[in-house]
Each structure stands twice: as C-alpha cells, then as structure tokens.
C-alpha cells in the first residue's frame, strides 16, 4: 500500500477538526500515517519535555527508546537544527539510535505550534533502504503544520 497524501490530508483534517489536546491530534496522526504505507514501520512523536530533551509521545510500531538528548540520534539532529532529516541509510548517520536492528533508512520532521516554538520531532522508520523521498517530507511537513501551526 502506498500512500495518497492527498487522501491522507483530507482524512488527518476530518478527523482532528476542532481538536486541541497535542496527544490527541498526535495519536490520530500516527494511527493514520503509520497504516497509510507499507513503507512505515515505525512511526511516532517525540515530544519537547524540557529544554534539550525529547519524549516518546504516541507510536506505532515496537517499543521506541523513552528519551533522546537534543545531542543525539536523527530525533535530535531534527529538534537541535530545527530542519528536516531525510535519511537514506541510517548506517551511515553519525550517532543514529537503532530502537530497532532492522531499521535502514529514517525520515524525521520538526514539529511546530502556531508561535514557532518547536514542540516535538515526528519520526518514521522504514525496513527499506533509502525508503523516503522529499515528496514524503513536504506532504507530511505540510500535515503537520496544519494540525499544530494554524
Ligand atoms: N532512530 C531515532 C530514535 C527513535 S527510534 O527510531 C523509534 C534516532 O536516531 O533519533
């Protein structure tokens, strides 16, 4: 199954309309990104708790690691940088955490709320090597920025 972004857009604004709570609107994102495309194998939220710090907020998929430091893995390249990280082979990116042996490649997305503060990172893994396009980071970059930043 391959995702359609603008079906998934639709579906996400439907759902989440009207909705504030941040674990409300990212369990509802997760549940329909993950299931979306086969290419998902992991996906979820992690969430600003303190200055410099991320924790797991709503995945799907195994169990994801609790905590990660601005300092490390993808999740905190994406929160230190404030940018996207497309990552084809997560290998090769100096300090990535493997929450999983099979994982290949990573996309990870800044989350910001409508003041420009950054409030989680949105992490998918897949199986797959080199699994993620630019296309996956706009269209899901614009998803979130609908649900959190409007
Ligand atoms: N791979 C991420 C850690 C989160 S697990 O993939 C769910 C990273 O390097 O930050």
């Known amino acids: 199954m391959t995702v359609d972004y603008n079906t998934l857009a639709k579906t996400i604004a439907a759902l989440t309309e009207g909705e504030t709570d941040p674990v409300a609107l990212m369990a509802t994102i997760t549940c329909e990104v993950h299931h979306a495309d086969n290419r998902f194998n992991w996906t979820g939220f992690y969430r600003v708790t303190e200055p410099g710090v991320l924790k797991i907020g709503p995945y799907q ?16 390249a994406a929160a230190r940088t404030g940018q996207v990280q497309l990552v084809p082979d997560v290998d090769a990116f100096p300090g990535h955490i493997a929450c999983a042996s099979s994982t290949r490649s990573e996309l990870v997305l800044p989350v910001f709320d409508r003041t420009g503060a950054l ?23 614009a998803i979130l920025k609908q649900v959190f930043a409007q």
């Open 61 to 76: 998929g195994g169990h994801g690691c609790l905590r990660i430091p601005f300092e490390k893995g993808v999740c905190g």
């Open 119 to 141: 409030i989680a990172v949105f992490d998918i893994d897949s199986d797959l090597p080199d699994a993620f396009t630019e296309e996956d980071a706009t269209a899901l970059g």
